[in-house]
């Protein structure tokens, strides 16, 4: 699937999230230089395994869940799994709580000693309440930052996101011998939202009691306004996606062949409901984060008109291959590429969102073993990412982004592999991506509108991982870098300069069945794309018990952002809110 994830999303139904950084190579269609993340599925075991969870913490939340693998025959050559969860909880902001269930079933079969198939359902229900659409204004209209508690939220009980996503998805696999592999698979995606929002928009006037009233600077009326809608959705995907890959030789040397394709459709249909005569009301900023705007009268009937609602088809398709030559053993060398064609059709509140581009994507890599345990690398990915989703001030569909990235390291281990450290350097040019330059109405519609920035971001990331001694594991790593414009002004400040994190855990060699760990995180400042909204420096620092009772009971307590630290969440605009404040979750976990 690809565009905006609405809603949230439960990681019960996964057994493990991977996160690939920096340019992804053949990963992604896009060749994106952030990162891919890689959700894998829970797959049955060909034993029973029994697993179930219980957690309680700050802000009444709790959370149930349950996880069985069965061996259907004897051998286990059919076997399921089961897993389902329920968590409801309020927040540390106003009003905000969420409920959400899940529920997922695989059943995986062999077919004889080569082949394996598999397909489940996955169920998703997700409602929350008093949910903000959009964010709080950082800034007065003359720029002054607001001032207002972490806890603050301008939206009322009756605010709401209510998600239903389910998918249905299925693969086979088929091992050929000689090391050649084959697999094939498909999930169809349906989503269904019910959503009634509140959002607000303006910046409220300084020195006056209620935020409203004629500014200065402008002539203008300014102050806080509504924008409240009522919105029906639905998304259907289909990804489909077949590759073959195994090893070949070639001059006496075994080299490694992959070849690919993948194919996503998506309709996207949003109608929408307004009640006109509260939109655009003036909000006494003291009574802003009392959330006592009253529900309004939307109309029961939901538009389908092209200036107020939304009918976008979206279409990518990808071939992909590689090679992985083995020249000699301290060389590995790799040449590949994808060409992709993204396609749209449709519209999108009164825009025209039609889209046709195919783009060739090579990548190529290498890696020499310098010494036995140092090895030097590097990587060139090209970037290609439509952005149909999002519109220029004149309804024009922002251009893909488009770029290349360019990253060569050290990698070395030491201490039999229990120390590993990796340095880096990287180079990324991105042209055209989106950010947000203000907000428009017509027609009654508000929306954000964007620009293309053209940006050439440049840097070093450290990490280092292992075991320092004995019980003791230790993961982090720092990166610094610039983004600049053309011209070489500082670009995207919403984006850290300098990151870091460091994770630490401890089992006592006197007591195995005591662990206890540590996280902290940091970031420089972030400025807002108008350079008002601005969040200094910071670190977090989450603590971590977990104690075995038996070896099948364990307890945890994990207390989160110890110092107790307030910061904006993101500054990608002039709006935003806090993270959460300190907090503990206890959770008792029961396995068989």
């Known amino acids: 699937a690809f565009g905006i994830q609405t809603g949230s999303i439960d990681t019960a139904f996964y057994d493990h999230i991977e996160v690939v950084r920096g340019a992804p190579g053949l990963l992604s269609s896009t060749g994106n230089p952030s990162a891919v993340v890689n959700f894998i599925r829970k797959r049955p075991t060909k034993d029973l395994q029994v697993r179930a969870s219980g957690q309680y913490g700050s802000f009444d939340q709790y959370r149930g869940e349950a996880d069985v693998s069965v061996p259907i025959t004897k051998d286990g050559s059919i076997r399921a799994r089961a897993v389902g969860a329920y968590q409801d909880g309020d927040s540390y902001l106003d009003r905000y709580g969420l409920r959400r269930w899940v529920g997922y079933g695989i059943v995986e079969a062999d077919l004889g000693a080569s082949t394996t198939v598999s397909a489940g359902y996955g169920h998703q229900d997700h409602k929350s309440r008093g949910a903000m659409w959009g964010a709080i204004p950082l800034t007065y209209s003359d720029g002054t930052p607001l001032n207002f508690a972490r806890s603050s939220n301008v939206a009322p009980d009756w605010s709401s996101w209510n998600v239903i996503d389910r998918q249905i998805f299925g693969d086979i696999t088929h091992r050929f011998g000689n090391g050649w592999v084959a697999r094939a698979s498909a999930i169809r995606r349906a989503t269904d939202e019910n959503n009634t929002l509140f959002y607000v928009y303006g910046n409220p006037l300084r020195n006056d009691a209620d935020g409203i009233g004629i500014d200065p600077a ?3 009326q300014t102050g806080i306004q509504s924008y409240p809608g009522k919105f029906r959705a639905t998304t259907r995907n289909l990804t489909m996606e077949a590759y073959i890959a195994g090893p070949v030789t070639f001059l006496g040397r075994e080299h490694e062949i992959n070849i690919g394709v993948n194919r996503s459709a998506q309709e996207y249909i949003q109608q929408s409901s307004y009640d006109n005569s509260t939109i655009g009301t003036y909000l006494p900023y003291p009574d802003l984060f009392a959330g006592n705007f009253p529900l309004p009268n939307f109309p029961t009937e939901f538009s389908s008109d092209p200036a107020a609602s939304q009918n976008t088809h979206t279409k990518r398709e990808t071939a992909y291959g590689l090679i992985r030559f083995n020249p000699g053993d301290a060389v590995k060398v790799m040449f590949g590429g994808n060409v992709t064609h993204a396609k749209s059709t449709g519209f999108s509140y009164g ?6 581009a195919t783009r060739f994507l090579p990548f190529a890599g290498a890696t020499v073993d310098v010494t036995h345990n140092l090895s030097v690398y590097g990587s060139y990915a090209t970037i290609f990412n439509p952005q149909n989703q999002l519109l220029d001030i004149n309804k024009r569909i922002i251009d893909p982004i488009e770029g290349e990235n360019l990253e060569l390291g050290v990698k070395g281990d030491w201490f039999g592999g229990r120390l590993n450290a990796t340095v880096a350097v990287f180079k990324t040019r991105q042209d055209n991506t989106a950010e947000a330059a203000g907000i428009v109405t017509e027609n009654s519609v508000t929306r954000t509108y964007y620009v293309g920035i053209d940006a050439q971001s440049e840097g070093v990331e450290i990490d280092v991982g292992g075991q320092l001694a004995p019980g003791l594991q230790m993961t982090g790593g720092y990166t610094v870098m610039r983004i600049e414009d053309p011209e070489g002004n500082p670009v995207r400040r919403y984006v850290a300069r300098n990151t870091g994190r460091l994770n630490l855990s401890y ?16 970031q420089s400042r972030i400025i807002s794309p108008t350079g008002l909204g601005r969040q200094g420096n910071y670190a977090l620092l989450d603590l971590l018990a977990a104690y075995s009772i038996t070896p099948q009971i364990s307890a945890a ?3 989160r952002n110890v110092t107790n630290t307030k910061y904006l969440t993101a500054t990608n605009f002039d709006g935003g809110y806090y993270g959460a404040p300190r907090s503990v979750m206890g959770t008792i976990s029961v396995r068989y």
Not at 351 to 356: P, S
């Open 218 to 220: 402008t002539g203008f």
């Open 351 to 356: 825009a025209n969102t039609d889209f046709d």
């Open 507 to 522: 089992t006592l060699p006197m007591l195995p069945a005591l662990k206890l760990g540590a996280s902290a995180q940091y």
């Open 557 to 559: 307590v994990n207390l």
